[in-house]
């Protein structure tokens, strides 16, 4: 099975589409640095989501697993301009699976408007509704192929403009440790996929202000499994992670769109074997770098 990884694409629209009467909080700041710095390294984003989906094409994609991180500001204009935008990497053979970022969950009223899962909904459906204890989550994927995804959501609101980290709920990390101990699970290769890093390039923690609270905890529910990969973003820059005490590699995709650090990871998951091939944009087109990793 073919599975693609990609995060963190942030589709901008016009300034002057967003709710201003919105603006009157932390998205103003957001919204300056939009104009002023991070809305040009984004500018292209729909051109190469459409890019990405010829290289699905090219590649005979079965699955496409999204960590997050769809627009700036997470307001409706930008969550609708996003979900149209992705329209073109949802129709793969075993579908697309994935999980709300920060930027999407940006403050309280994503939340209390239900925003995320009005937009994105009919990509929240689990294979697993019965094990559902907070909204959709976990959610679960079942495949004949010897394959599961099991998806926690780690984003939460962030008012204070200096803060952009994120937790796992306990009543998620408790129903995930559950599954990834059940014997279905450990006979199948397990991608764990979440918005947060678990754990920066070099293997340390993230910043308060920016990482995942409860990474130690979300590592530890996950060290059940035998076989899979910790599929994240967050991060904007592409990298994988062996950790000694850890049976799964962590998989950073980055950001699949920012200008000059555009990443993806490409899996083949085939019985016991599992390879990993990281993808990069040249010109005007997505490509596999050399050298896959196996694992």
């Not at 090219?58 to 969550?79: C, F, R």
């Not at 998806?151 to 129903?175: E, H, T, Y």
């Not at 599929?231 to 049976?247: D, K, S, T, V, Y």
């Not at 995709?253 to 990443?263: M, N, P, V």
């Amino acid at each position: 099975m073919r599975v693609l990884h990609l995060s963190d694409v942030h589709v901008t629209i016009p300034l002057r589409q967003l709710p201003w009467r919105e603006m009157f909080n932390k998205r103003f700041i957001g919204a300056a640095n939009l104009a002023l710095r991070r809305g040009r390294h984004f500018a292209l984003a729909r051109r190469k989501l459409e890019a990405l989906a010829t290289f699905c094409a090219e590649q005979q994609v079965d699955l496409v697993i999204a960590t997050g991180d769809y627009t700036a500001l997470g307001t409706d204009p930008e969550l609708a301009a996003a979900r149209s935008a992705i329209e073109c990497l949802t129709r793969q053979p075993r579908g697309f699976v994935t999980v709300p970022g920060n930027h999407d969950i940006y403050l309280h009223d994503v939340v209390r408007e239900r925003r995320f899962e009005r937009h994105f909904g009919d990509l929240l459906a689990s294979d697993l509704p019965e094990r559902c204890v907070d909204g959709p989550w976990p959610l679960v994927r079942l495949y004949d192929d010897g394959l599961a995804v099991i998806a926690v959501n780690s984003a939460r609101p962030n008012p204070a403009p200096w803060r952009s980290s994120g937790a796992i709920p306990q009543a998620q990390l408790d129903a995930l440790s559950a599954l990834c101990r059940e014997p279905q699970f450990q006979e199948r290769f397990v991608f764990v996929i979440t918005h947060y890093a678990p754990r920066r390039p070099d293997a340390t923690h993230d910043t308060r202000a920016h990482g995942l609270d409860n990474a130690d905890a979300f590592l530890a529910a996950c060290s059940g499994l035998k076989r899979g990969a910790i599929l994240h973003g967050h991060i904007h820059w592409r990298f994988q992670l062996a950790l000694p005490e850890l049976p799964l590699r962590i998989f950073g995709a980055g950001s699949t769109t920012c200008d000059g650090r555009e990443g993806l990871w490409l899996f083949d998951v085939d019985g016991s074997r599992s390879r990993a091939q990281a993808g990069r944009w040249v010109s005007d087109r997505y490509e596999l770098e050399p050298a896959p990793v196996t694992f």
